[in-house]
């Protein structure tokens, strides 16, 4: 079963730009989570989709928005791109609803300069 | 809310060596409680979920946690590491709805010859 892909690898922007980031889940998974990786702030909760609905949102501001396709396929959207977006991207999936396994991606290497 | 503390930022061991990496959580009920291990530029691993049952938890690779729930612990354990070891550690506790994960700062396992 092939695992949790994420493109791309690597992103380079510049301040104001906007960038979509994808994620494809393990197949059959429903659950899809973004998380943000940074060396000051550590891992942190971006929002969750299930079944097309988000169902679970961090404390990041409107620029960031995501959504989920019908074959659990995501996408996360950064809008208006500032330099304290650079960051590692880690999408994971999971099977069921709640408190699960969660399968992550090898993530998207955001830089913005 | 939920919240988990690592206390231990650098862990250094000898290769062979016994080895335990803390972590503490917060959190009203029983909660779901994971380790993952990340090495450098990838994406995470599931070493081992705990939600109920057995408090002693068998993972990947030889690693297992223990649940202490009068000491709000969820301690990983390895009796010999090896070199290859070497990488970060997180401890994860898991929301009331969804599959939301809050982490912890992570620690960093340095193996030595």
């Known amino acids: 079963k092939a695992g949790v892909t994420q493109t791309p690898r690597y992103l380079i922007k510049t301040r104001g730009q906007q960038v979509t980031l994808s994620c494809s889940p393990i197949?059959?998974?429903?659950?899809v989570s973004w998380y943000q990786q940074t060396p000051g702030q550590g891992l942190q909760f971006l929002f969750e989709?299930?079944?097309?609905?988000?169902?679970n949102k961090g404390n990041f501001p409107g620029r960031f928005s995501g959504r989920q396709f019908s074959n659990s396929r995501s996408e996360m959207n950064v809008s208006t791109l500032e330099l304290g977006d650079s960051a590692l991207y880690l999408c994971?999936?999971?099977?069921?609803?709640?408190?699960?396994?969660?399968?992550f991606g090898s993530g998207t290497q955001l830089s913005v300069l | 809310a939920q919240s988990v503390t690592q206390p231990d930022i650098h862990i250094t061991v000898s290769e062979g060596a016994s080895l335990e990496l803390r972590c503490n959580y917060s959190?009203?009920?029983?909660?779901?409680l994971f380790w993952y291990v990340q090495s450098p530029g990838q994406g995470l691993q599931l070493l081992l979920k705990?939600?109920?049952?057995?408090?002693l938890v068998q993972g990947i690779k030889g690693f297992e946690a223990e649940f202490k729930r009068s000491q709000s612990s969820f301690n990983l354990r390895k009796p010999s590491v090896h070199w290859s070891d070497a990488a970060e550690y997180f401890c994860?506790?898991?929301?009331?709805?969804?599959?939301?994960?809050?982490f912890g700062a992570g620690t960093i396992l340095r193996v030595k010859s």
């Open positions: 994971a999936s999971s099977y069921g609803p709640v408190g699960e396994k969660l399968f």
């Open positions: 197949s059959g998974h429903r659950s």
């Open positions: 989709y299930f079944s097309e609905t988000q169902r």
């Open positions: 959190y009203g009920a029983t909660p779901y």
């Open positions: 705990y939600f109920s049952g057995d408090t």
């Open positions: 994860a506790v898991g929301a009331e709805y969804g599959n939301k994960l809050v």
